[in-house]
């Protein structure tokens, strides 16, 4: 079984573990670099990029997971999102290693939160149903990345650069186990090009 690491700092990673079980993956709580001993690839979960970023800096996890998603498939989903971007507006980049630019809170507070049907290349059947909790957007993209997903106002929500993914969603939040299935696919290698 494919071993499956989950960034276990702070945010929804316990809803990414039961997706990865339901799609036949082992998840793993990652929280120390020991514990990216051996897996295939990561999800970083939505939570608060800041947070998440200061406490991995804090217990010494920061370097080696950025070392890990240099070479290893790793999917960053909003706040996950975030740390993986070469640019922040406004802010300095976390782990900065996908050619998006992301500006943070693009739609607003909390109370803004929505969902909304996304055809994302790649799957099969009907839009996925996105949730959208204080997102991100993926205010632009480099050369090297493909745009998966977009809004209907064309704003970009879901990319890919090689083994890097990135979403600006919460697909852990609904039963669609689509987008897991679609990462599980990127590790085994199956999906090596989009
Ligand atoms: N607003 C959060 C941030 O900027 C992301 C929100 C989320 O992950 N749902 O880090």
């Not at 700092?9 to 082992?26: K, P, T």
């Not at 020991?34 to 991995?56: K, W």
């Not at 920061?62 to 802010?91: D, M």
């Not at 943070?104 to 909304?116: K, T």
Request: aromatic letters at 6%.
């Amino acid at each position: 079984m494919l071993k499956i690491g989950v960034l276990a700092m702070q945010g929804d990673f316990r809803e990414h573990a039961l997706m990865l079980r339901q799609v036949g993956a082992e998840p793993v709580e990652v929280r120390t670099p020991e514990d990216l001993n051996q897996l295939a690839g990561i999800i970083m979960p939505g939570g608060e990029s800041t947070a998440i970023s200061r406490v991995a800096k804090a217990t010494g996890l920061f370097e080696p997971l950025r070392e890990f998603c240099t070479t290893y498939p790793a999917w960053g989903t909003c706040a996950g999102a975030i740390l993986l971007a070469r640019e922040i507006e406004g802010e300095a980049p976390h782990l900065g290693l996908m050619d998006i630019r992301v500006a943070r809170n693009a739609f607003g507070r909390q109370i803004d939160s929505f969902v909304a049907p996304l055809n994302i290349k790649g799957l099969i059947g009907a839009p996925l149903e996105a949730v959208f909790i204080r997102a991100p957007i993926i205010a632009s993209a480099g050369q090297g990345v493909d745009v998966l997903a977009t809004l209907e106002d064309g704003r970009i929500v879901a990319a890919r650069q090689g083994h890097l993914l990135a979403t600006s969603f919460h697909p852990e939040l609904t039963p669609d186990t689509r987008l897991h299935e679609y990462f599980l696919d990127m590790v085994r290698g199956a999906r090596l090009v989009v």
